[in-house]
């Protein structure tokens, strides 16, 4: 018989903050996120759509899921996942990418849902990126 697999390491308890007196979130995010004392931190850098060979995918949503899986490997690096984020601060170029980021996002990201902010920029390094994302991510 197998050894049993190692179990997942203990994930925070994070409590989202929802003020009542302030209007819901526009989206799935949350407006605040409590990390409880004693967690590790990992702020990642922003991650562009750009796979290992360089290659740059042309549709903002193929370019927002490998900014989600290139940053999944840097916190993999630190023994977290994407469940572990807490905070997002993504940038698209244009309206029109919003709701790809915002579908990878929320098929990314864990529960509750990270606080977020986003923002329309006017470019990045190269003319090709329509997505960048920075994450700040916590764990025990």
Do not use: W
């Amino acid at each position: 018989m197998p050894p049993a697999p190692n179990p997942a390491p203990p994930r925070p308890t994070l409590t989202a903050l929802a003020p009542a007196s302030i209007a819901k979130p526009f989206a799935r995010y949350s407006h605040g996120v409590e990390v409880p004392a004693g967690h590790r931190l990992v702020a990642c850098s922003g991650q562009l759509g750009i796979a290992a060979d360089g290659a740059i995918p042309e549709d903002a949503r193929a370019q927002a899921d490998l900014c989600f899986a290139n940053i999944a490997a840097i916190l993999a690096e630190a023994g977290m996942t994407l469940a572990d984020i807490v905070r997002i601060n993504a940038y698209v170029t244009d309206r029109a990418y919003m709701k790809g980021y915002m579908e990878s996002r929320d098929a990314h990201v864990g529960t509750p849902p990270p606080a977020s902010t986003l923002m329309i920029v006017s470019g990045f390094t190269l003319p090709a990126f329509k997505v960048e994302i920075e994450i700040l991510a916590a764990a025990v």
